[in-house]
């Protein structure tokens, strides 16, 4: 298997968990004992059979605003310039932080635009202590692709593009854990989180909780819309799984609530690993979203980014 395979395996990871996930979000349909997650739509945003949410929108801006620029700051710009032209289409079921930071933000032609948009979030935080949602772990992964090579550069992009939305010391952690994890699989190295505890600000909080997650029932994470419980739950997932595809979705998905995005986190790094051929066809063909995108067009923004 090749880089590109698995720079590919990212975003198609990542939509394939996205629409996967929707239906099944905050509870609206479980699953029983035995049965195996489907593409069924519907969901809050009552969302196309294999249409992805904002999880997967939010990275593909992602991914094509940091390819846009070289330096970090006009990359944000970029980022945050495509986060706006997401949201002005109006859609449906934006998170709640991420909705209070971009409701404020109506120009944006603004020079300096991250910097105004990351002004908010701090705002945010100010105001709500705690505030840490997963709304930025859920589109960290394309990061990695950018920055394959550069392992420091990746984790201050990724603190850098969470803060655009969310300001949570906990949120740029789990980011960073994530993306350098999705870095590492992609570059070849396997699954290994732990790898990037020395990169976060208390390595052995963040090494208990990936402990956590590795034993016990899932379960325990419910609800998760913090981004730690997240990161927890699509961890967890994929370890009981053996690194399996299916078997890893299906048992981040059984855990319920925010389940579009824990499955969109959890397939980001099984693509990382496995590829993007690892994920069933009738998945594939189906996947599609903002803005206009099927997966031809994540394959091809994929290698445009590692390019």
């Known amino acids: 298997m090749t880089t590109e395979d698995r720079a590919r395996g990212v975003l198609v990871g990542l939509a394939c968990g996205d629409a996967l996930g929707v239906p099944y979000e905050f ?8 049965q195996r997650p489907a593409m069924l739509g519907g969901g809050l945003g009552d969302f196309d059979p294999g249409k992805w949410s904002d999880d997967t929108s939010m990275a593909v801006a992602v991914t094509e605003g940091l390819e846009a620029a070289h330096d970090l700051p006009t990359r944000l710009d970029e980022v945050a310039r ?3 032209g997401w949201y002005r289409t109006s859609p449906p079921d934006v998170g709640i932080q991420t909705r209070a930071v971009l409701d404020g ?41 950018a920055h394959l090579q550069d392992r420091a550069a990746c ?7 969470a803060a655009l939305t969310h300001a949570d010391p906990d949120v740029a952690d789990s980011c960073v854990l994530w993306t350098e994890a999705v870095r590492l699989a992609v ?9 990037g505890l020395d990169l976060v600000s208390d390595p052995h909080r963040w090494g208990e909780l990936l402990r956590e997650a590795a034993g016990g029932d899932l379960g325990r994470f419910h609800p998760n819309g913090w981004t730690v419980r997240t990161l927890q739950v699509a961890y967890g997932a994929i370890l009981r799984a053996n690194h399996d595809v299916e078997d890893a979705l ?13 499955a969109a ?27 206009g995108y099927t997966v031809v067009d994540l394959r091809r923004i994929a290698l445009s980014a590692v390019s």
Request: glycine share 12%; no cysteine; charged share 15%.
């Open 82 to 84: 495509r986060f706006l």
């Open 27 to 34: 509870d609206r349909v479980t699953l029983g004992p035995g």
């Open 105 to 145: 933000l109506a120009d944006d032609d603004l020079p300096q635009l991250g910097q105004a948009m990351s002004a908010r979030a701090a705002a945010y935080a100010a105001a709500h202590p705690h505030a840490a949602g997963n709304g930025a772990l859920m589109r960290t992964a394309p990061v990695a692709l």
């Open 155 to 161: 984790a201050e992009t990724a603190r850098a593009v």
């Open 265 to 291: 986190v959890a397939g980001s790094l099984l693509g990382a690993h496995h590829g993007d051929t690892a994920f069933p066809q009738e998945w594939t063909q189906a996947i599609h979203g903002w803005p």
């Open 187 to 195: 570059s070849g190295g396997g699954i290994d989180l732990p790898a």
């Open 250 to 262: 299906a048992l981040a998905i059984g855990v319920g609530d925010d389940t579009d995005t824990v």
